[in-house]
């Protein structure tokens, strides 16, 4: 079975520039998450998707970025412009939500490493 | 509050002795899962243990033990035997049945494993 999938893995942009992030899910997961990373920090949650739908996003800076996912399925994060303050990796995961609540873990990609100069 | 507190940012180990990482949680909600993850230098988070809120004993698999601890809120994470590819970030995560598709992770721990 594939894992998530994440591209690019690796950006380097100018600030004021745009970037995006493609992330596929595992099949069958209808939750999909996206957090951002910093170096020697804890993840943290900018976004999470019940199927098409957005069901958390308080702390996506929203000015700036955007994301989405059509069908229900691919997703999209999407920074414009960049800030260097936007060096992170940016963490995609899902999980299946039709298992039952006990040891339903969450699955993540390699990340993508995004560094703006 | 936080949801999860990781206190050690850094750890040593020697190679082959055993060693703990700690992990203390916050949570009002009776049913909750608690997760551990290795995050070596290459990025990927990997799933490594669970603990259920309900469980009687300890969760274990293979060298990776959880020693939780309810009422202190405390789930433990004791690797044995350490090997050279355990250095790495190990974070602490939890969801709460309340809003179970919402992981709550610490900062992490960094593990180096000297030979």
């Known amino acids: 079975e594939a894992g998530v999938v994440q591209s690019p893995r690796y950006k380097i942009i100018e600030k004021k520039q745009p970037v995006a992030f493609w992330c596929n899910p595992i099949?069958?997961?209808?939750?999909l998450y996206w957090y951002r990373q910093n170096l020697g920090q804890g993840p943290e949650l900018l976004i999470r998707?019940?199927?098409?739908?957005?069901?958390?996003d308080s702390q996506l800076p929203k000015d700036r970025f955007s994301a989405e996912r059509l069908k229900g399925v691919d997703s999209t994060l999407k920074i414009q412009p960049a800030e260097l303050g936007d060096s992170a990796v940016y963490l995609c995961?899902?999980?299946?939500?039709?298992?039952?609540?006990?040891?339903?873990?969450?699955?993540f990609g390699e990340g993508s490493w995004l560094t703006v100069v | 509050a936080q949801k999860i507190t990781q206190t050690q940012p850094g750890m040593f180990v020697q190679e082959k002795e055993a060693v703990t990482l700690d992990c203390t949680y916050d949570?009002?909600?009776?049913?909750?899962?608690l997760f551990w993850y290795k995050q070596p230098s290459s990025g990927e988070m990997i799933f490594l243990i669970y603990?259920?809120?309900?469980?009687?004993q300890n969760a274990t698999e293979g060298r990776y033990s959880l020693n939780f601890q309810k009422a202190r809120k405390s789930a433990n994470l004791v690797i044995s035997a350490s090997q050279l590819g355990d250095s790495a970030m190990y974070f602490c995560?939890?969801?709460?049945?309340?809003?179970?598709?919402?992981?709550?992770f610490g900062s992490g721990t960094k593990l180096n494993v000297k030979p």
């Open positions: 995961a899902s999980s299946d939500t039709g298992k039952t609540f006990s040891g339903n873990t969450i699955y």
């Open positions: 995560a939890m969801r709460e049945v309340g809003d179970f598709n919402k992981f709550y």
């Open positions: 998707y019940e199927n098409e739908e957005a069901v958390d």
């Open positions: 949570t009002s909600d009776p049913s909750y899962g």
């Open positions: 603990q259920g809120s309900y469980d009687q």
């Open positions: 099949s069958g997961h209808n939750t």
